[in-house]
């Protein structure tokens, strides 16, 4: 089970925004495979700036969150809520459903528009500041109560080497969220099973290939099974069934998938620049 992770869950939100709008761009058109997609747009952590030489970027970046402690004890019990909802439910071994608690939290997410091009890197960035105001009430559905202070910066030079500059502008947007937490006991970005039985990173397996394979330490029989969260989405895939290789111990992510924190877009995995 991947459990409710907020920071991460906040991240979501707004790149699957991106991503959705810029799915049916018929210039910067999205696509989930980094050599097919005519602008990359991912998690900081999950690209090296040198792809914008390649591909225009917008790099999704968290900025400070805190608690506004607008709910009295931050106590949940007497809220309207769905104690069956599956992130509010115990995922300890204990089996019980722990104290929820709710409150408002305030953050702030930047988004780095990067392009060798500024007038490329403009276009993007009108059309991010644009629609970031223009779906203010798509995204109070997903759970954004409330977005402020939506500013756009001036075009800075990036130094990307000694012979290329990239173009950097940064859309800053401060939210508010109200949120549902409760006490969890492990919260990872992979859970690996065999024959619906969990098995654990680095006793039974590791993560190779930048967080696109699974080595196991010893041969075992039976179907592997794994939850982990995408690099390029932040989406949570649950029951994935793994793809066996010509190694016993290899298995593969179908579809191209990567598990977060071990995959990053690097330069040599976008093959030819967009040109506009």
Do not use: C
């Amino acid at each position: 089970m991947i459990n409710n992770n907020i920071l991460l869950n906040i991240k979501y939100v707004f790149l699957h925004f991106l991503q959705a709008l810029f799915s049916n761009d018929h210039i910067y058109t999205w696509d989930p495979d980094v050599q097919k997609t005519n602008i990359i747009i991912a998690d900081r952590h999950a690209i090296d700036i040198g792809v914008a030489v390649f591909r225009p970027s917008i790099i999704l970046q968290r900025g400070d969150v805190s608690w506004t402690y607008s709910v009295r004890g931050q106590d949940a019990t007497n809220a309207l809520i769905n104690y069956n909802d599956k992130n509010l439910q115990s995922v300890g071994n204990k089996g019980y459903l722990n104290k929820a608690y709710t409150d408002l939290l305030r953050g702030q997410i930047v988004f780095n528009i990067v392009s060798k091009n500024g007038i490329q890197a403009e276009i993007i960035a009108e059309k991010v500041f644009k629609n970031l105001t223009g779906y203010k009430d798509e995204l109070r559905k997903a759970g954004i109560k409330l977005i402020n202070n939506l500013s756009i910066s001036q075009e800075q030079i990036i130094k990307n080497s000694s012979e290329i500059d990239l173009v950097g502008i940064q859309i800053y947007l401060g939210f508010i969220q109200q949120l549902y937490i409760v006490k969890d006991e492990k919260n990872y970005n992979a859970y690996l099973y065999i024959n619906d039985t969990e098995i654990f990173e680095n006793h039974d397996y590791t993560i190779i290939d930048n967080g696109t394979k699974i080595k196991l330490r010893e041969v075992k029989e039976g179907i592997l099974k794994l939850d982990y969260i995408d690099t390029l989405t932040l989406e949570s895939r649950i029951g994935v069934e793994l793809l066996s290789t010509t190694d016993p111990l290899i298995y593969l992510i179908p579809n191209s998938g990567s598990i977060l924190g071990y995959y990053k877009i690097f330069m040599k995995a976008v093959v030819n620049p967009i040109t506009t």
